[in-house]
């Protein structure tokens, strides 16, 4: 049962533009989001986080939205550059649990092209 | 901080063997975490230690791992009888507090030959 989804495996996006990378998740009880960016032979690594109490969270080029009803949640990253080709991982948790027990996406690979 | 520092980085055995992971969490994080990464799959979590007291186990956890944080410090994880199927990259993550991002090591990736 994968209660946290990322549909695309991949997404190509030419520097400069802008890159949105999708999340679904079915568990209702999931309040608080985050994304981790990992690069090869590396541990994944903090982006940025949203609690249920927002609908966006914003920190310098990267921007997550939050839609409750739909149980979605996107990445926006403006302008995209070489350095953000990684791949991608969304992760949901209760937040009654605090930040404990994380459940990961499959992850997105994003090429940034020059 | 120094980051979370997870050793070895890469582990070769034979099936049947035990294997055990060591994980440094960054410096005053009470907690820490561990995960298992397959191919192709998120991180998956197993276990959790608030300092010495290991909080929750995943259903992932067979009775063929265990896992200690004897101090409150540094945390081993023990896999006995290795199999094929646990052929992973086994992470460590740890945070400051409940309400902190979880802060990850670069893992150590586990071959069963």
């Known amino acids: 049962d994968q209660q946290v989804k990322q549909n695309s495996p991949s997404l190509s996006v030419q520097e400069g533009r802008i890159s949105i990378l999708n999340c679904d998740y079915t568990?209702?009880?999931?309040?608080?989001f985050l994304w981790y960016k990992k690069y090869p032979a590396e541990g994944p690594t903090f982006l940025i986080s949203i609690s249920s109490i927002k609908d966006k969270n914003e920190d310098g080029r990267f921007t997550v939205f939050l839609n409750k009803s739909a149980k979605h949640l996107s990445l926006h990253i403006v302008p995209s550059q070489p350095g953000d080709s990684a791949v991608y991982f969304c992760?949901?948790?209760?937040?009654?649990?605090?930040?404990?027990?994380?459940?990961f996406g499959t992850g997105t690979r994003l090429t940034i092209i020059p | 901080d120094t980051g979370v520092s997870q050793d070895p980085r890469h582990k070769i055995t034979k099936r049947g063997q035990n294997v055990t992971f060591r994980c440094d969490p960054i410096s005053e994080h009470n907690r820490l975490y561990w995960y298992r990464q397959t191919l192709g799959q998120g991180p998956e979590f197993l276990t959790y230690?608030?300092?010495?007291?290991?909080?929750?186990k995943s259903r992932l956890l067979s009775d063929r791992f265990s896992a200690e944080r004897p101090k409150g410090s540094f945390s081993t994880l023990e896999i006995q009888r290795t199999e094929q199927g646990d052929s992973a990259m086994y992470l460590c993550?740890?945070?400051?507090?409940?309400?902190?991002?979880?802060?990850f090591g670069d893992g150590t990736r586990l071959s069963i030959l």
């Open positions: 568990n209702s009880m999931f309040d608080y």
């Open positions: 992760a949901g948790t209760e937040s009654n649990f605090g930040n404990e027990k994380l459940t």
């Open positions: 230690f608030q300092n010495e007291a290991q909080l929750e």
């Open positions: 993550a740890s945070s400051r507090d409940r309400d902190q991002p979880q802060h």
